[in-house]
């Protein structure tokens, strides 16, 4: 059983991720702006509200724990979006390293993945104009911030092309991992449900496989 710090959890990512901790036993701090968006009831799951992005409350939430996910996005609707990221990625960055813990997972975007050499998903014009402040922060935050990142034991784990319709779908405990490039199946999609690409992340949490690295997932 591992112990974590949750960021975000009460989001579309996040909440699948919760759950899929809570169904295997792990215990779980979620760390959450609104409260009563979690809607689970757990003996192993503590709600804070708290602001994640402030390094030294993020410490001492963390401060003991085995490992800090974060699935902070500060809202698709935000018109700072792209601001925020980059101002409050670093924040948590620093909060896990003062709390003294070495294991850092984080939801990654798909836009720095290769969809052919030298062609990134982001720089193939086909993602919709909506996304863009999210995809790029969070890949500049990536690919400038976090690559450069050496104190801590840091993945970015990038979902697939399409992160299950962005709506609920199933689980079914079966992925294929890749690293920089984006994966596609036969039909030539790149497809993950959000339930399976939280039991890839949880996997990731028990078997501690990547470090320092990005890696991906799909069908």
């Known amino acids: 059983m591992k112990n974590v710090v949750l960021i975000g959890a ?17 215990k779980v701090t979620a760390v959450v702006l609104n409260p009563e968006k979690i809607t ?11 602001d994640a992005t402030d390094p030294e409350i993020l410490a001492g939430l963390a401060a003991g724990k085995d490992a800090v996910i974060s699935a902070y996005n500060p809202g698709w609707g935000n018109p700072r979006q792209y601001e925020e990221t980059l101002e409050n990625y670093p924040k948590i960055v620093e ?6 813990v070495k294991r850092l997972l984080i939801v990654g975007g798909a836009g720095t993945l290769f969809v052919k050499p030298g062609v990134r998903l982001i720089d193939t014009g086909t993602l919709p104009e909506a996304w863009l402040p999210g995809v790029k922060s969070l890949g500049e935050f990536y690919l400038d911030t976090l690559t450069q990142e050496k104190d801590i034991d840091w993945v970015f784990f ?3 092309g399409n992160l299950g319709n962005m709506g609920p779908g199933r689980r079914t405990g079966k992925y294929r991992l890749g ?12 497809f993950i449900s959000v339930e399976d690409y939280a039991v890839a992340m949880i996997d990731e949490l028990e078997q501690e496989n990547h470090h320092q690295e990005r890696f991906t997932a799909a069908y």
């Open 158 to 160: 990038s979902p697939a």
């Open 10 to 26: 009460s989001g579309f990512v996040g909440s699948a991720i919760l759950n899929e901790a809570l169904n295997r036993g792990h």
């Open 40 to 50: 689970v009831s757990n003996t192993n799951l503590t709600v804070i509200m708290a």
């Open 179 to 190: 690293k920089d490039e984006m994966l596609f199946d036969e039909k030539g999609e790149s």
């Open 95 to 100: 909060g896990v390293k003062r709390a003294g």
